[in-house]
């Protein structure tokens, strides 16, 4: 069975950093590249970004908006993939989701972690 | 970045009925390996995105046969056959076909 666990999320004030993970499970996570998706409280899906395997080079890819403020990275012997979050914003504040797709072309999501950004 | 274009925001469903969510994509989905990579979300009040459909058509496994999504090129329905309480929440699509992946604003599908 597949399965995507984050966690790491939590309070933080404005500017600080935090590092999220997300433990993988029932699929060959060596193989698979693995996205980072937030939503704010009552908002849409909005893509962070992702990070390829190693055929792939860990190619990294980053929304644009973020400016470079985020880090994605992963440790294929543990299974886990990585979100560092610096420079923290108060509208940084929404529950983080690491995803994959499928062979099949299916998306698999895990629970989330929030993460609050407030002074 | 392929804009994903949902009608309507929401649809008020009286239980037992049906209930459409049109999703059109500013370029076509039709991936160069001949797939399109159209799946719809759904997110109940308080838990996090479960997928129902992937490329277009296909069920999940555990998802009832009243959904069912069609097709192609940039324009997308997901349907309700018939809409039980349980499906209440919000319904997004989403393209995996080209990088970054995007999705729909929602739809939230409430009962009359």
């Known amino acids: 069975e597949v399965q995507l666990v984050e966690s790491g999320g939590g309070l933080v004030q404005p500017g600080g950093s935090l590092k999220l993970s997300c433990a993988a499970s029932g699929f060959t996570f060596s193989a698979t590249g693995m996205h980072w998706v937030r939503q704010a409280s009552g908002k849409g899906l909005d893509w962070v970004g992702r990070?390829?395997?190693?055929?792939?080079?860990?190619?990294?890819a980053y929304a644009a908006s973020l400016k470079g403020r985020f880090t994605i990275s992963r440790d294929d012997s543990k299974s886990t993939a990585y979100l560092q979050l610096s420079s923290l914003k108060t509208e940084d504040t929404a529950v983080y989701y690491c995803?994959?797709?499928?062979?099949?072309?299916?998306?698999?999501w895990g629970q989330g972690t929030p993460v609050t950004v407030s002074s | 970045d392929i804009v994903m274009t949902q009608t309507p925001l929401s649809s008020p469903v009286t239980l037992g009925q049906p209930a459409s969510i049109s999703c059109r994509s500013s370029q076509s989905l039709v991936h160069s390996d001949g797939n399109t990579y159209l799946s719809w979300l759904q997110q109940r009040p308080g838990q996090p995105p479960r997928l129902l459909i992937y490329?277009?058509?296909n069920r999940f496994s555990g998802v009832p046969d009243r959904f069912s999504g069609s097709g192609a090129g940039t324009d997308f329905t997901l349907k309700i056959s018939r809409v039980e309480a349980e499906d209440v929440g919000v319904y997004y699509c989403v393209q995996a076909t080209q990088f970054p992946w995007t999705f729909g604003q929602g739809t939230k599908v409430e009962i009359k």
């Open positions: 490329k277009i058509s």
């Open positions: 995803l994959f797709s499928g062979s099949r072309g299916e998306i698999y």
């Open positions: 990070i390829r395997s190693k055929t792939n080079n860990y190619a990294t």
